[in-house]
């Protein structure tokens, strides 16, 4: 694999990871972060962090393990083996499960992060209360641009994609009051 190669296959569970990460602390906390006064802790941002990379391993897990075990499938259906389910049982198996783990660990450590951010702006900027908000919808905005990139589509339409869905997500994290 080229470094190319590599940094491709990195990049999509990096940035997905950091907007799973800055929507979930937005579902989650939303209200809070705009009504805290001052009752965010450091170690509140943690535990909210921490449910991130918690649920993020299970669903990475799951979405990648997936789609490289289809892909797997379709390289034999492509090669006409008539058993399904070999290519699984050889070393490519061992490589899509460690593949698998590896881009996992690196969505949910993202996620972690992209939870983090958030939550600890609203521990420093006390004075503005839609500070953590606006940074969250900066960053989906900043992450919109990378996805523009990775899949080759319209940076306009991934970014406002991006703000949209931070928005209103931050709206029904307010409406829902999850962690009053």
Not at 24 to 33: D, S, W
Not at 91 to 100: F, M
């Amino acid at each position: 694999m080229t470094l190319s190669n590599l940094k491709q296959k990195l990049a999509l569970p990096l940035v997905l990871g950091l907007c799973d990460g800055v929507i979930t602390v937005l579902t989650l906390i939303a209200n809070r972060l705009i009504n805290s006064d001052g009752l965010i802790s450091f170690s509140f941002a943690v535990q909210i962090s921490l449910v991130s990379l918690i649920t993020g391993l299970f669903v990475y897990f799951i979405s990648q393990y997936t789609e490289l075990r289809r892909e797997l499938l379709h390289l034999e259906t492509e090669l006409n083996l008539t058993e399904s389910g070999r290519l699984a049982m050889t070393n490519l198996g061992k490589q899509i499960i460690i593949e698998s783990v590896v881009l996992t660990i690196i969505g949910s450590i993202a996620a972690f992060f992209g939870s983090l951010v958030p939550v600890v702006i609203a521990i420093f900027v006390q004075g503005n209360k839609w500070a953590p908000i606006l940074v969250a919808v900066v960053i989906l905005a900043i992450l919109g641009l990378f996805l523009a990139k990775l899949v080759r589509g319209n940076k306009i339409i991934w970014v406002l994609s991006l703000i949209i869905s931070g928005l209103v997500v931050s709206y029904i994290g307010i409406k829902l009051n999850i962690v009053p």
